[in-house]
């Protein structure tokens, strides 16, 4: 039983995200579709003593329609910025000196990619990595996309050779079982409730910010506080 998911791709994503990824058996980077102001594409929450900051990259919106492969970065410096402001409110994290160097690469590679769709795959490939998530990750390009929003969502399934499509919550609202199941395939739904708490700077709690949080604040002991399926 193959497993496939398919969703945008974001900025250093929160752990759900990788949750996702790490319950199928491939996951489609979905950018081969309009990018989004004010969204998750090219933005994410970090904790500070100020409480949450949002870490923005800087992009070119050149026409309304465009995607989000076809987004260009606005200004090259936004990758020294983030890091000099993770390092800045991270510093006092448990596992931050064991990390650093290897998030700090992480940043200084990203900051040469021209696309937003190549920063955030590259991210999201080497937090994978760090995670142990050994899912493999695709992209759209790779495969034909036609008809509407959930018949694309069918075909890349059926090219994709899946017997079950795995969704977040948040498509609910549109996505229609029906027609997958006329397609042969299966639809299961992503949980993201019955997070477990762990060790993070700055109190109150918040679950919804970047999975480098977890990551510094955790290191090692990362798979305690995620969810290896939750559907």
Excluded at 125 to 135: G, P, V
Excluded at 164 to 179: F, I, T
Excluded at 201 to 216: A, C, K, N, Y
Aim: charged letters at 25%; proline letters at 4%; one cysteine or more.
């Amino acid at each position: 039983m193959k497993k496939v998911a398919i969703l945008q791709s974001n900025y250093v994503p929160w752990k759900g995200y990788f949750d996702l990824m790490r319950a199928v058996d491939e996951f489609v980077l979905y950018d081969e579709v309009q990018y989004t102001k004010n969204d998750w594409r090219n933005r994410n929450r970090i904790k500070t003593q100020a409480g949450i900051q949002w870490l923005s990259i800087p992009v070119r919106q050149d026409w309304l329609e465009q995607k989000i492969s076809e987004t260009r970065i606005a200004d090259p410096r936004w990758a020294v910025r983030h890091w000099r402001t993770i390092s800045n409110n991270y510093a006092r994290a448990r596992y931050f000196q064991q990390y650093a160097t290897v998030v700090e690469a992480w940043f200084r590679q990203a900051g040469e990619f021209e696309f937003l769709s190549d920063i955030n795959a590259f991210f999201i490939r080497s937090i994978c990595a760090a995670l142990s998530i050994a899912t493999s990750v695709t992209s759209s390009r790779e495969y034909a996309l036609e008809g509407d929003r959930v018949a694309r969502l069918i075909n890349i399934c059926r090219q994709a050779n899946a017997d079950v499509y795995l969704s977040g919550p948040a498509a609910r609202g549109y996505l229609d079982e029906a027609r997958f199941a006329e397609a042969g395939i299966g639809v299961e739904w992503m949980r993201y409730d019955g997070y477990p708490e762990y060790p993070q700077l700055f109190p109150p709690f918040e679950h919804g910010v970047s999975i480098l949080d977890l990551l510094l604040n955790v290191g090692p002991d990362h798979a305690a506080f995620m969810q290896e399926r939750r559907c």
